[in-house]
């Protein structure tokens, strides 16, 4: 048996989307991206291999995750074992730090802790480049949650090419994402469905290639420029260009229900009203308003006022992955 090793890896909010892959086994997107890593939503997992299993034992949150259900965890053991060298089956504890759970559990945290704590566990001691390559392997927004801060999820055309770097790790910007919970159920579409049917269906897919592009060209120095208006445009149009996708496939769907458009409604009267904030949505109908801190009490009043103060979580920029003893 070897030792146990437990990883602590935060979730992360895309302020230019990852909405498509170009190659589906290995998770190669068709663009770059970029997001924030938060400091309240995380996961924390451990690996141990035990040469006395004959299958992986997956727990998450307490529950034996079923072979169907651990599939895309048992993929990355095998990617682990491979670059390893050992055939050796292990046990994974995964326990999600999210509250309201399923609504803003995000499998960025999940495979980005599972990447840290099975490669130490089998020996490696990678690289953060070749750790957030692995990551990858699990789920793409995992890419960027190797790192905290402001993150860039480099396309690349292969696996060796395809990683995250921190844009700026330590963020000296006082900024704050108020994550909404709009509906903690699981998603009908999952992000992979729904991504790969925008690339193959959407007229506007190569539109979208293109802003990409032009985004992170202009929000990049917004960012390192602290400005907050710029990066707040881009990320609000960037992410309602993402959702056009959804609307513009065939068939048609959307992440949105009445209450992210309600609140989407909140946040651009808070904005006329002078409170400067803007809003941002992954495949889900939760909405996360990106703010100034000194813009936190009128943002969450109103939102609390609207919504109910449980449904209002406060989130800064937080870490990049952490071992624990
Ligand atoms: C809308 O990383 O969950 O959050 O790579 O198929 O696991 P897979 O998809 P996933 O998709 C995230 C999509 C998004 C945008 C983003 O995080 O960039």
Not at 9 to 22: E, F
Not at 128 to 140: E, K, M, N, V
Not at 183 to 196: H, I
Request: hydrophobic share 40%; aromatic share 8%; proline share 5%.
């Amino acid at each position: 048996m070897t030792a146990a090793v437990t990883a602590r890896a935060h979730t992360n909010i895309a302020l230019v989307k990852y909405w498509g892959k170009a190659d589906t086994d290995l998770i190669i997107p068709q663009t770059d991206s970029l997001s924030l890593t938060l400091d309240q939503f995380y996961t924390d997992t451990q690996v141990q291999f035990d040469a006395a299993l004959d299958h992986d034992v997956v727990v998450v949150n307490g529950q034996v995750l079923t072979d169907q259900a651990s599939r895309k965890v048992r993929h990355v053991l095998d990617i682990v074992r491979d670059l390893a060298g050992i055939t050796t089956y292990a046990t994974v504890t995964s326990t999600n730090h999210v509250p309201m759970a399923a609504g803003l559990a995000s499998s960025a945290s999940a495979f980005a802790a599972l990447a840290g704590a099975a490669s130490r566990a089998a020996g490696l001691r990678l690289t953060p480049r070749d750790l957030s390559r692995l990551a990858r392997r699990g789920s793409g927004s995992a890419t960027r949650s190797v790192y905290g801060g402001f993150v860039e999820w480099h396309a690349g055309h292969d696996d060796a090419s395809s990683y995250a770097k921190p844009l700026m790790e330590d963020v000296d910007w006082p900024i704050a994402m108020v994550a909404l919970v709009l509906d903690p159920r699981q998603k009908k579409v999952s992000s992979r469905q729904g991504m790969q049917t925008s690339v193959t269906t959407s007229p506007y897919y190569p539109a979208w290639r293109e802003i990409v592009q032009q985004d992170l060209t202009a929000i990049r120095p917004a960012i390192l420029a602290h400005d907050f208006t710029t990066t707040g445009e881009i990320l609000e149009t960037n992410a309602m260009r993402m959702h056009a996708l959804t609307l513009s496939a065939n068939p048609p769907f959307s992440y949105f229900n009445g209450d992210s458009l309600a609140a989407m409604q909140t946040v651009r009267e808070l904005r006329d009203a002078g409170h400067a904030c803007y809003y941002t949505l992954d495949a889900g109908p939760n909405v996360k308003i990106f703010c100034e801190t000194t813009e936190l009490p009128a943002i969450t009043q109103r939102l609390s006022d609207q919504f109910g103060t449980d449904r209002v979580l406060v989130a800064h920029p937080g870490p990049g992955i952490q071992w624990l003893d």
